[in-house]
């Protein structure tokens, strides 16, 4: 594995995390990281499910991200 990889691989990645009305599921995806997106009853297990599937991400090399997080805001509508 090369430092590039090694590198990515510990990187911290940050997930936006939202609760489904209809199931009761919790829903995150990394902004940016095309495919990076999963769904749990937990978030622990959300957590568990996102690693894995970034890790599978990464498998060929870190991928181009087509954006960047920059954070949120509160939008206040009168």
Do not use: K
């Amino acid at each position: 594995m090369t430092e590039r990889r090694r590198a990515s691989r510990d990187s911290a990645y940050t997930a936006v995390v939202e609760r489904c009305a209809d199931t009761g599921f919790y829903v995150g995806y990394v902004p940016g990281l095309p495919g990076a997106h999963s769904q749990a009853e937990t978030l622990e297990e959300l957590n568990a499910n996102l690693r894995e599937v970034i890790s599978l991400i990464l498998e060929d090399g870190p991928p181009p991200m087509t954006g960047e997080f920059v954070g949120t805001q509160v939008v206040v509508v009168a």
